[in-house]
């Protein structure tokens, strides 16, 4: 993500055609869509073909993406799975894609046809529907194929376990009107290595874009949903290093290394129906495919569904291959239905920490799906990041603070245990930051701009060198994310083993990296990047010297909490350390005033990221409208694409200053800035970036009615109330329930009593112990 700016460097970079009544029983299977919440599914029809935008099925440990027939080869991640080529940053590795089933129906006279290779049709794919239900994890495709005449209805349904995090399962269920020999393909897909590959840990910006321009590419977005950097953010290489099948077991493994890297492993185990004998299975290898081949007859009217379980590891979570193909036949043994089943009920219990919202029920389609890829791309009780795109290639896998300050707030009192892998990762990555420190002949920790989620080390291309040496709020975003763990837990040892020793060495830092301005009687911090990113050598920038101050002055009472030793350096510092103010006009600046505020930038201002929930700037109510109204100017003068992570800043600003109807314009944006890519709700950065799926937006969304319309933030005292609960004109109520804090579950909601006026209430939440 970005600053507001957002990296700008990275920029440049008919069942009566039938007539069968065996067609009707066939779509009545049992696994179709429960009837649910409608907030839940999203939808994909025909209509959607041309601009299909996929979606993404994962538990934080394993993710694919999606494709209109649902029986497609697609990409396939792991969590912190990086490929480390030569020369270039760090990227994630693309694994052998598992989510295909492949399906033909024989020789005609037309030809020979494979459906994944049959371009999309209506006139071929007939009733077709796509379903994700949120609720349940679950991607359901439907569709009456129809091959040169021979017809065939087909069932898909797909899913990443949320119960068992190494496994993820397809089943196909085939209804041939026709009698004949079918074939069946269940592969592995052995990616080749991406071309070209640039690198991109030593080309200036300049050669960046030469080298862009010389293999015939352009950083620019194609419709419908490739991002407009695909040419530098491509996948990593997995090689293989073994792999084989068995024809008879009707199994596949393989171990394989991402490009020096860690060492991965895959498997799969197939169903066949029950009764069902096939004349013909092979094992098939090529340099780019393993997979199970089968022939058979089928009968008219009759369904034919088969299973494909794969189970997924890499070096330091599971085994090798041996163990990931005890892992899927096992899973085969147990049965679809049970593995299904026991996803579906790990969905349910992570849906009842939930926010419920009486009387929009667009907006709350909008809540349950950013939730829905929140959820999908963080890993419960593990020390791994959050990129700003999750478990994508987008911005390269990289951590930044978007993993602090965006997505580990929205997830803190709904999601405890997935919210403390994020700050986890800090603390296991500590060394790292402090040795980046210490190069730099700096005491403390110097986290990353663009951080490798394995390791810690910095990733910034070359090309974008300044912002990992300048956009150094990061560092506070770090640490301000530790204490308000601290707050929301009341884990004093957690405090001392992970977050203490990340704030203390934060605080060293600043410290030692603020200037002493004798002739000025203050302290400054020269030779930054804004947060509004096109402004990258600005002396005193607002948001970078107010996150300073707070992470040198929290380490003081972290110290105290804990009964440390404070450094009264960071007491100092805090004290006299400058924020820019224009006192004529009695308002917050962006930066020094020596600095031009002249740049037609994306953010426009920063100054709404100072009433932000996690760092909220404490101030006059006069200066806080003040601010409101000075940042609006260049905001409102802007001509770029909006970009969807400036909206939850000013939604929350608005809130704070009791504006309800100006808060709720801001918050409707998400609906309307055409960030929300259909049908599946995919976020973008902007309306025509294609850079999807971006997390950082999401995490702001939910920010906003967390702590922007409940008005709460999190204090040494506990979840306290700030500022008055702000409610949309047209909403009854909404409710964040099984609120986590300190031990305990409760249930906020905020509404209109009989008055009219707008209340917070908290009880136990209904099903706490």
Known sequence: MNGLGRRRWWRLAAWAALGAAAWAQAWAAPSAVPATDPSFLLTATDRDFASYFPTQLGNGYIA??????????????????????QGDIARPAAVPGWSGIDYSTGHSAAGHFWLNQVALDPRVFQDYRQVLNLHDGTLTTRYRYDDHGRATGIEVTAFVSQASPHLAATRLTITPQFDGEVELSFPLVLWAPHQPRFELARLTGEQMQEAVAANNLELKAIPPATPDRAPLWYHGDTRVLDAGGDARELTLWLDGRAERGPAMAEAVAVSLPAGFDP????????????SLELKARVRKGHSYTFGKFVALSREGWGGDARADLALAKAARG???????????????????????????????????????????????????????????????????WDNDTWLFPALLLLHPERARSLVDFRSRTLPAAEARARARGLPGAMYPWESDPEHG????P???????????????????AQWQYWLASGDKAWLRTRGWPVIR????????????????????ILHVTSVDEDYNDVPNDTFTNVSARKALQLATQAAAVLGERADPRWSEVAGKLYIPFDAGAGHHLDFDPSVPHDIDSWGGSSLPLLAYPSLDLSMDPGVRRRDYDYAMAPIAQSHRDPNSMGLAPMAIYAA?????????????????AGVLQPPFNVRTETPNNNTGDFLTAAGGLLQTLVYGFTGLRLQPQGLVQAYAPVLPPTWQSFTLTRVALRGKRYDITVSRDRDGKVVLSRRPAEDAP
């Open 64 to 85: 694919t993406l999606s494709a209109p027939r649902g029986t497609e080869d697609n990409l396939g991640y792991m969590v912190a799975f990086m490929d480390y080529a």
């Open 279 to 290: 004349g013909d299975v092979r094992v098939y290898r090529s340099p780019w495919r393993l």
């Open 334 to 400: 147990d049965g679809f239905a049970r593995l299904h089943e026991a996803h579906v009920a790990a969905w349910h219990a992570l849906w009842r920490s939930d926010i419920r919202i009486v009387g929009d029920p667009q907006m709350q389609r909008i809540v349950h799906s950013d939730l829905y890829y929140l959820l999908s791309n963080v890993t419960p009780g593990t020390a791994w990041p959050s990129g700003a795109c999750g478990l994508t290639p987008g911005y390269a896998g990289h951590v930044f």
């Open 457 to 460: 080390t910095e990733q910034t």
């Open 462 to 480: 070359h090309f974008a060198y300044v912002l990992g040496e300048r956009e150094i709020h990061v560092n506070a975003d770090v640490a301000i």
């Open 505 to 524: 060495a934060v605080a060293d830092f600043w410290a030692s990296r603020a200037t002493w301005v004798p002739e000025r009687g203050r302290y400054e």
């Open 656 to 672: 704070t200053l009791g504006d309800a109807a100006e808060a709720d314009a801001w918050f409707q944006r998400n609906r309307d």
